[in-house]
């Protein structure tokens, strides 16, 4: 992997990283925060998946992540939101829903998707893979993602609680068979079958398997998206059947935005850096 662009930033690097993907068949950009604590030995890493019409660098440049991250000596590992460059299908309207910047971390078994949208396999395995093997990690793992990523992160936690010591997610879409955004990521990315669909949609993960993990998930409760797309109350529903270790707390007056995560991101990083010391 080649380094694009390299700041210091709260006595640590901020770095973005470009490389050939294999699970996803073309040139990928990620983003990597090491804190200071890194000069020293290998340190635990946050995983963030970013949401719709995102890159790497929403999450790196608006969450002020880094100055808790130096703190509390946490990596981040910030990868792009679907597979990019020419001959990487999009949707031909131009959606931004659909196509690049919404892979939805999943594997693709439909056409055109196929070829290149296998971001589930690329985020759970190639991308821990390749940066646990070049930079001072410790091989411990927290996931969290916004919106499509909070659904990506609480998605390859339930699947893979062995991988991540805890998950949490800002206004995730928590069960995303059963809303717009997610019928349609689905539909194009995994067909009309939806016995397909189960494996990546959180809250029906959680009814039928449980959770070992800590898992928090902030929600505003001004996000636009709140009733038609978000549906945190299936996913506490699905948490109270198992008694799976779930806080999810409503954010008076709070949207959508980078703000919204920029003020509890601080919560969310203590809470992953408490479990990955363990
Ligand atoms: N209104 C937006 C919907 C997409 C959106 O809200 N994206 C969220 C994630 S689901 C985001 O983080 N956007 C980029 C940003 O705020 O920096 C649009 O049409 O572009």
């Given at each position: 992997m080649q380094i694009v662009q390299q700041q210091q930033c709260f006595g640590g690097r901020q770095i973005r990283y470009r490389h050939d993907s294999q699970s996803l068949n073309c040139s990928m950009q990620f983003s990597v925060f090491l804190p200071p604590q890194a000069e020293q030995g290998p340190v635990p890493a946050l995983y963030w998946l970013s949401g719709l019409t995102c890159t790497d660098d929403n999450f790196s440049t608006k969450?002020?992540?880094?100055r808790m991250a130096a703190m509390l000596g946490l990596a981040l590992i910030i990868p792009d939101t679907s597979p990019r460059g020419e001959g990487v299908a999009d949707d031909p309207q131009g959606a931004y829903d659909l196509g690049l910047g919404a892979g939805f971390y999943v594997n693709a078994t439909e056409t055109p998707w196929n070829?290149?949208?296998?971001m589930y396999d690329y985020v759970l395995n190639e991308l821990p893979a390749l940066v646990e093997r070049e930079l001072p990690l410790n091989g411990k793992r927290a996931i969290s993602g916004h919106s499509m990523g909070g659904h990506g992160a609480l998605v390859l936690a339930l699947r893979?609680?062995?991988?991540?010591v805890s998950v949490s997610a800002f206004?995730?879409?928590?069960?995303p068979t059963d809303c717009p955004w997610g019928q349609k990521a689905f539909t194009a990315?995994?067909?009309?079958?939806?016995?397909?669909w189960a494996e990546y949609d959180a809250s029906l993960l959680l009814a039928a398997k449980g959770c070992s993990l800590p898992m928090l998930v902030d929600q505003g409760e001004a996000d636009n998206f709140l009733a038609e797309q978000l549906r945190p109350e299936a996913l506490q529903a699905a948490a109270d059947v198992d008694g799976a270790e779930l806080t999810l707390r409503l954010q008076p007056?709070?949207?959508?935005s980078y703000y919204f995560i920029a003020s509890f991101i601080e919560e969310h990083l203590r809470f992953h850096a408490r479990h990955l010391a363990g």
């Open positions: 969450a002020g992540a880094q070829k290149h949208y296998r893979n609680p062995a991988r991540f206004a995730p879409i928590s069960h990315y995994l067909g009309e079958d939806q016995s397909a007056g709070y949207d959508h």
